[in-house]
């Protein structure tokens, strides 16, 4: 298997890591703070690369980069879906999936047909995502809209340093680094820890913390930022798909229209094309 195709494997397998997490979290800041979700998630994953943890140089500052970023997209997030839905929160988070080629435009890179790719998978989300008995925008959704933002510049800036650094020691920096922030962050709303739901704590830092990073880091080592924001936006389609077999919720013919143009985009972005080109 070639380290491309080796990339587009464990970025698939991300999304579908990820997929289960919406749940899991939208519950948990039921009775715990988001600070101290994210803190104590963080933790635990970066105990788990504690063997690699030993850094300087070029990694050290790259990863801690790396880390700013991820803390303020988990803790946007986090702060949203207190106050947003869950289906909601998957749809503006997948607006990183056009903000990531809008970027790029900026420092003259051309997605090319990936634009339309990034599209119709946004496309597929809002169908999948729609709910009409939803409220109308509120302030969760604004927070999400920044972790939007925050993931886009996270995706970009990890494709740069993945190439660059091996990926266990680059891992184990991004999570302590975010582990710290987000310790900073927790005393100044010195939230209760009495009621630490820990299934769900240990889940998401061992799983779709500490093994999602690292096979993001090793997959955008291998892929370009811009198929791997199409590749992630399979993340809602998954979400959904367990919901579906696992809660009895139903998906409805405009979700099931959704996840199939989400499919579509995400095969059509997975056809190597090449790297993107620089304007002349």
Do not use: C
């Not at 101290?36 to 943890?53: G, N």
């Amino acid at each position: 298997m070639s380290a491309y195709a080796r990339g587009l494997l464990y970025l698939n397998l991300v999304t579908l890591l990820w997929g289960t997490t919406f749940v899991v979290v939208k519950d948990a800041v039921e009775t715990l703070a988001p600070s101290a979700l994210v803190f104590l998630r963080f933790l635990l994953a970066a105990l788990f690369f504690l063997p690699w943890s030993r850094v300087q140089g070029g990694v050290l500052w790259a990863g801690l980069e790396l880390a700013f970023w991820l803390l303020l997209g988990y803790a946007t997030q986090a702060v949203g879906l207190q106050y947003t839905s869950a289906s909601r929160s998957a749809f503006i988070t997948a607006l990183n999936v056009v903000l990531v080629p809008l970027l790029l435009s900026l420092v003259g890179r051309r997605p090319g047909r990936l634009w339309v790719a990034a599209l119709l998978a946004f496309l597929g989300v809002g169908l999948l995502s729609y709910d009409p008995r939803q409220p109308p925008l509120n302030a969760g959704d604004a927070w999400t809209l920044a972790t939007a933002l925050t993931y886009a510049l996270y995706i970009l800036r990890l494709e740069v340093h993945a190439k660059l650094y091996p990926p266990l020691p680059l891992t184990a920096v991004q999570l302590w680094g975010t582990a710290l922030l987000a310790l900073l962050w927790m005393g100044l709303e010195r939230p209760s820890l009495e009621r630490v739901p820990w299934g769900a704590v240990v889940y998401l830092g061992l799983i779709a913390t500490a093994l999602t990073t690292w096979l993001q880091t090793l997959g955008q080592g291998r892929v370009p930022a811009l198929q791997a924001a199409v590749i992630y936006t399979m993340e809602p389609v998954w979400a959904t798909l367990f919901a579906w077999a696992l809660l009895g919720e139903r998906i409805g013919l405009m979700g099931a229209v959704g996840g199939a143009l989400v499919l579509l985009a995400t095969l059509w972005a997975q056809i190597p094309t090449g790297p993107l080109r620089r304007r002349d």
